[in-house]
């Protein structure tokens, strides 16, 4: 593994582009035990050899890398040559070889079956008990410890009540399925309990929903927090089986701002770079990908439902991968397509409760154009309905399902959560990025709650975790939600908007200027002063909101006080709830639509040279300074 490590390392030298890792934060505790199930790929995965002893085929060994990059600087210096002449076949085929080379132990047969005897380093409770993985020296396998932290005390669970599940994650839903029922029986066994609870994220969460499916009936579990769940696939997967990747590389940043709670708008920096060299690099890797997780049941139980029988087509022979075929055939059409079902009935008549959180009005980092939290569309992971990509419902949108007379499109106009799998039961968090939930601390309280108490039974159970949520990680400098209306609503009833400094560096906010389109209202700055880190700032407004439902767009700069990029942006959805449905709009004059078309080919231009953003953000400076002049605000 070091090998492909030194790859990866040596293109990151020559590119000058680095990604630090994840981190998280909370506190923790409870009664019952917890089984906690992480993502993809997490669990370390052991074989036998010839003479008796184990051998780990799934692992980071990072020993001896800076050496073994000596090895490949050449020829990859001379592959980025080649990128001059659109050719990435050189790096490509450095990298395709070392992944086949090193990860000939975890390939699969055609029906799904490992060519090798492979099993998880964890099996039973006893060995993945937090306590005893700590005394042992194993601590690295104590999953979300960042998060689910004992020692905090809090809710009265200790290292001797949580334990870390293993699966052979190659295998399909059903399989890693029926191993965690196995493993909560043993956990049950160990402890005495009668039931225990779950948190999970990502892959974590299809095997949880998949569990809940099959086996949800023996009332083992208490609370289910299902965290960024993969329950009907993941774009990645789709990108692997179409063999063809076109990264967001915008969002990508975006993305690594949020996981590394980076506060400086590094997006910037790069939004004017042409980096199409790295779909190059990546396209021409996936087909040496594909040859060794082409036939793992977790690739395909990955793939969404929308393309699952057009992809089957074309990869799976119906006779060498008849029984790869029955397993992912079971799982797309009897699990996922009836989730809402034994979902619901896992809470109604099995006392199951269960919790989602969601992230949603991210791109697919991968470049799928659909609504997703950087990695998974938010359809597959909740089941809701979404608004295509960069686009809105629009005012006079119904919500499919009544839901009791609530009200649950949210805020941005982008998601339906009326026909989500649990309507009441997940939360959505906008802009949160997959696997990077906890660097969020709305998120790790919500989570908290959900798991170790009995506080939240719905998404009505507490004022303080509304269904509809923005982020509040410190990449996002600041949040805002109006004084009267749950966040991301407004109101007749209110009279000023909150904004709240999320910086975990101590850095001052200053608000620059406040630009609302959809209402004709004004806020009034004269009085506000530089916000602190944690604080809040009330802004009055005045103006006239219309008699109707419609979308209103906050754009909120700002100026972060000792950041080397210190002005932002940020933009936010809310529905205003003053009536019935607005209209969508309306055709303007000839002279509007010329000028229309005239704007809509200066924006062309300003992206092409990646300077739309900024223009905009100077615009809203000089409105905001502008209107402090002229109008007093």
Known sequence: MKKIISVFLTLVILFSVCIAAVRGVAEQSEKYPVVVLPGYSSSTLVTTDENGSDRQVWMLDLGGVGGDILEYIVPIARGLGDLTFRNADRISEIIGNEIIGLTKDIV???????????????????????????????????????????????????????????????????????????????????????????????????????????????????????????????????????????????????????????????????????????????????????????????????????????????????????????????????????????????????????????????????????????????????????????????????????????YKVSPAMTVDASTAFLPDDTFFIARMFHGSEFADDYVCSLAEQALFTDNIENVYSSPAYPQFRYSVNPSHALTAEFDSSRPGYISADDSFLRITNNSEKGRDLIIIGIKAEGADIKFDLRNTGAVAAGESVDIPFKGNLPQERKLVKITVTYASVGSVTPLGERKLGFTLLNGEPGADGEEGSAFTSFINRVVSALETVLRKLGLYNFVLMMVNVFDGVFGRLVYGF
């Open 108 to 406: 699969c047969n055609p029906d799904g079956t490992s060519k090798l005897d492979i099993r998880p380093l964890l099996q039973t409770a006893e060995e993945s008990c937090w306590a005893n993985l700590r005394a042992s020296g194993q601590g690295k396998f104590c999953y979300f410890d960042y998060y689910l932290d004992p020692r905090k005390g809090g809710y009265g669970v200790e290292d001797s009540d949580i334990f870390s599940f293993m699966c052979d994650f190659r295998m399909g839903a059903v399989d890693c399925a029926a191993r965690l029922d196995t493993f909560i029986e043993d956990v049950l066994d160990y402890t005495g309990a009668e039931k225990v609870n779950i948190i999970c994220e990502s892959h974590g969460g299809q095997v949880a929903g998949t569990y809940l499916s099959m086996f949800g009936s023996k009332q083992q579990v208490h609370n289910a927090v299902l965290c960024v769940p993969a329950l009907c696939g993941a774009s990645l997967a789709y990108d692997l089986l179409t063999q063809e990747a076109n990264l967001d590389e915008l969002e990508l940043l975006y993305f690594v701002e949020y996981a590394n709670l980076i506060e400086e708008d590094i997006h910037w920096l790069f939004e004017a770079e042409n980096l199409e060299f790295v779909d190059w690099i990546i396209q021409g890797i996936l087909p040496y990908i594909f040859r060794v997780v082409g036939y793992w049941g977790s690739i395909w139980d990955f793939c969404p439902p929308s393309v699952y029988d057009e992809m089957k087509a074309k990869w799976l022979d119906s006779d060498e991968s008849a029984a790869l075929i029955e397993k992912s055939d079971y799982m797309h059409y009897e699990i996922m397509a009836n989730y809402a079902e034994n979902l619901t009935k896992c809470q109604e008549e099995y006392g199951v409760n269960i919790t989602m959180i969601c992230g949603t009005d991210a791109g697919c980092a991968s470049g799928w154009r659909a609504n997703s939290d950087g990695i998974i569309t938010t359809e597959c992971s909740s089941g809701a309905t979404c608004a295509p990509w960069g686009e809105t419902f629009g005012n006079s949108y119904v919500q499919v399902n009544d839901c009791g007379g609530n």
